[in-house]
């Protein structure tokens, strides 16, 4: 959507790869496929004033994404459709839009000071609700620069059906570092390579003009941001893992995410020394076993939303509800993937129960059915989800038909405030229009770096207002414990 009266379009121009590509084509997956439904992403960061004046950081930018795209070559190319149905990318440097937008009438405090998410940062990104099977003859990337009076807002829609969020905060984290003359020890080198089991010769049948979103885009929503501090965090894992939380002594029982397989030795040794403090503090609860799941930081906060916003939906007691997690698949596959493997590598895990159980059981058995189907996610589910779609080629029914769903995107753990382009580290980071729609929760690390989370929530008004006034659920959003 091109700037409205919020905001003054100064210029629009095409960048260009620095350097020609050599790539030529790439296959999309089967998880690139089923996203060419969905809208492009939207994702930017808002800044303080860069203290150089307005031309000089145009020009910065404009540079440093010519030499950014030379690194990612697939971000200036077009989706393409050969004889046979096959849709690739092909790497052919056609470019990529850059927007430099005004929007000098504002300050940043009018875009932070609400309790909602302001209306004006959908004003910040171009392709609004452009479906990403547009990419045939649309760029599959375009950054948007508003200048506010005391800050910027750099906002990228990027086509979803190219790359998924670990792609996307790899392109932005290196557009920043190359901004900021840092580009010669970059270590996170996108992989192009298109060998692994994602790959497919099952064909996607499409209607004539492509997809269609699966979501009416036009429904009524609040947006929030609700922020939960490390401490609250931790508290909350606690009590989901039957432990006493000792403020005194500041004990901390946090442990890293269950799902990264590269801890596990580390886990095992937090496990005995957990079980020594159980047995020493008196606590009645069972001791941490094999048998015994630990719940990660992360699944715990997902359950208390998954609770508190049943629960604001005010539905039957038999009604299915489920709760959609993302996964990243790159290291799930065996032989595992490269860790900044370009392309989208993400299956929806779905976790079922009815509004009964979840309001009925504890928090700690809404934690574990969400723990069981993501521990359960490894390559053999991985290669089932594949031969699942295969058997059925289809794209993505993003949505929330039935009043009854949650989608949890994203990550706490992507690198969104490493986003430093010289003049330093972002205030906020924000989404636009695209793919919003009642119960789609996005998870954000926090600004301070030290393990708080914040979730971009989306609901519809009424849910929202439940939510709001939840007890268990915002005790802990507001650390008031």
């Known amino acids: 959507m091109l700037p409205s009266a919020a905001t003054t379009l100064v210029s629009k121009s095409t960048i260009f790869p620095h350097q020609k590509s050599t790539l030529g084509y790439l296959k999309l997956s089967v998880s690139d496929l089923p996203m060419l439904s969905c809208h492009y992403i939207q994702k930017g960061c808002l ?75 959908k004003e910040f990104f ?52 190359v901004c900021r003359g840092a580009s010669k020890g970059m270590n996170k080198v996108p992989d192009f390579t298109r060998e692994s089991v994602l790959i497919s010769n099952a064909v996607l049948r499409l209607p004539e003009g492509g997809p269609k979103v699966t979501f009416d885009a036009d429904a009524p929503l609040r947006e929030r941001i609700f922020s939960f501090s490390r401490e609250s965090i931790q508290k909350l894992k606690a009590r989901v893992n039957c432990r006493k939380w000792t403020e005194d002594n500041g004990v901390e029982l946090m442990m890293k995410n269950s799902n990264d397989y590269q801890q596990k030795e580390n886990n095992k040794a937090s496990t005995i020394f957990e079980n020594w403090f159980l047995r020493n503090a008196g606590n009645s609860k069972p001791l941490i076993t094999d048998e015994t799941v630990e719940i990660s930081s992360f699944q715990s906060l997902c359950a208390l939303l998954w609770r508190a916003v049943t629960r604001a939906r005010k539905l039957q007691a038999s009604k299915t509800t489920t709760f959609r997690m993302a996964v990243n698949c790159r290291h799930r596959i065996e032989p595992k993937m490269e860790s900044y493997y370009f392309g989208n590598a993400i299956q929806s895990v779905p976790t079922y129960a009815s509004a009964g159980e979840v309001l009925s059981k504890d928090l700690r058995w809404c934690a574990e059915q969400l723990n069981k189907n993501v521990r359960a996610h490894d390559n053999s589910m991985v290669r089932k989800f594949v031969e699942d779609w295969e058997k059925n080629p ?83 959003a507001t650390s008031q414990l």
Not at 406 to 418: C, E, L, V
């Open 47 to 121: 800044f303080t004033q860069p203290s150089i004046p307005s031309h000089t950081l145009i020009q910065l930018l404009k540079s440093a994404l010519s030499h950014t795209l030379s690194l990612f070559p697939p971000l200036a190319g077009r989706l393409t459709t050969d004889s046979n149905g096959y849709i690739y990318i092909t790497c052919n440097d056609a470019g990529v839009d850059f927007l430099h937008v005004n929007a000098t009438s504002y300050k940043i405090c009018d875009l932070l000071s609400s309790l909602d998410i302001s209306p004006l940062f």
């Open 394 to 476: 289809r794209v993505f029914p993003l949505g929330n038909p039935d009043g009854a769903s949650i989608t949890m995107g994203s990550s706490p753990r992507f690198p969104m405030y490493d986003n430093d382009f010289r003049w330093g580290r972002p205030l906020a980071v924000r989404s636009g229009r695209a793919n919003k729609f009642d119960g789609k929760i996005s998870a954000f690390p926090g600004r301070d770096g030290s393990g708080t989370v914040d979730l971009e929530v989306v609901l519809a008004p009424e849910t929202m207002a439940g939510l709001e006034s939840d007890p268990e659920f915002m005790v802990y």
């Open 126 to 177: 171009t392709f609004d609700r452009m479906v990403s099977y547009n990419g045939h003859s649309s760029p599959l990337l375009a950054v948007q620069v508003t200048e506010l009076s005391d800050g910027v807002f750099i906002g990228c829609a990027v086509n979803h059906a190219v790359t998924d969020g670990t792609s996307l905060w790899n392109f932005f984290n290196t557009f920043a570092q």
